[in-house]
């Protein structure tokens, strides 16, 4: 099992920036890839931004350029939002991609973390 858990949320105004990181715990050795996903008020889960254990990196159009996503050691990764707009609030989710075994994939969430941009 990998069990992960963020930080980093607040508020903020417009333009501003926030960092959040995420730390997995377990069979941190078995991770693929980890990353950040966002769901807005009634909206669905969508994906912002993932980084493999090869360091391949890929992001939401709605946040290239802005969100930078990458990874301080093996088991923690770090989203660096930068330009912050309203309608990047949203509860933020760390998820990790492990293997359970040889052609087997899990995946953990974390708890999430609440970002709100607003003056």
């Known amino acids: 099992q990998v069990q992960l858990v963020e930080s980093g949320g607040g508020l903020v105004q417009p333009g501003g920036s926030l960092r959040l990181s995420c730390v997995a715990s377990?069979?941190?050795?078995?991770?693929?890839?980890m990353g950040w996903y966002r769901q807005g008020p009634g909206k669905q889960r969508e994906l912002v931004a993932v980084?493999?254990?090869?360091?391949?990196t890929n992001y939401a159009d709605s946040v290239k350029g802005r969100f930078t996503i990458s990874r301080d050691n093996v088991n923690t990764v770090i989203l660096q939002m930068n330009s912050l707009k309203p309608e990047d609030t949203a509860v933020y989710y760390c998820n990790a991609v492990w293997r359970v075994r040889v052609g087997v994939l899990s995946d953990s969430w974390g708890q999430g973390t609440q970002v709100t941009v607003s003056s």
């Open positions: 980084i493999t254990s090869a360091g391949i």
């Open positions: 377990g069979r941190i050795f078995s991770i693929n890839a």
